[in-house]
Nanobody, 125 residues
Framework: QSQLVESGGDLVQPGGSLRLSCAAFGFTLDNYAIGWFRQAPGKEREGVSCISKDGIPIYADSVKGRFTISRDNAKNTASLQMNSLKSEDTGVYYC???????????????????WGQGTQVTVFS
């Protein structure tokens, strides 16, 4: 059974850092674009960042300079390093995968057909 499993969510104070991880089981991420998405209560799901199969990242303006997405195809994992966290970063974070043979990715959640269960990130003061 193929699945994505996120981990690393936690409670953190503003200005703190977290590293989210996403592990794939039952399939390999080599030919997949990977996206990180978040959803806060009462808000739409937002594409935070994505990374193409060739390792080219794209970021939402709200996280540029603070978040870094990466992937390790050998380990079949992806990560999202989050620094200088703000209260507005609070939400459930999901990783997702879209099979793409080209070297691009999109932050549009509807393109992705494999999803993890989510991990909660809460930034509080």
């Amino acid at each position: 059974q193929s699945q994505l499993v996120e981990s690393g969510g936690d409670l953190v104070q503003p200005g703190g850092s977290l590293r989210l991880s996403c592990a794939a089981f039952g399939f390999t991420l080599d030919n997949y674009a990977i996206g990180w998405f978040r959803q806060a209560p009462g808000k739409e799901r937002e594409g935070v960042s994505c990374i193409s199969k060739d390792g080219i990242p794209i970021y939402a303006d709200s996280v540029k300079g603070r978040f870094t997405i990466s992937r390790d195809n050998a380990k079949n994992t992806a990560s999202l390093q989050m620094n200088s966290l703000k209260s507005e970063d609070t939400g459930v974070y999901y990783c997702a995968a879209e099979r793409r043979e080209d070297g691009i990715c999109f932050r549009a959640w509807w393109r992705y057909d494999r999803w993890g269960q989510g991990t909660q990130v809460t930034v509080f003061s």
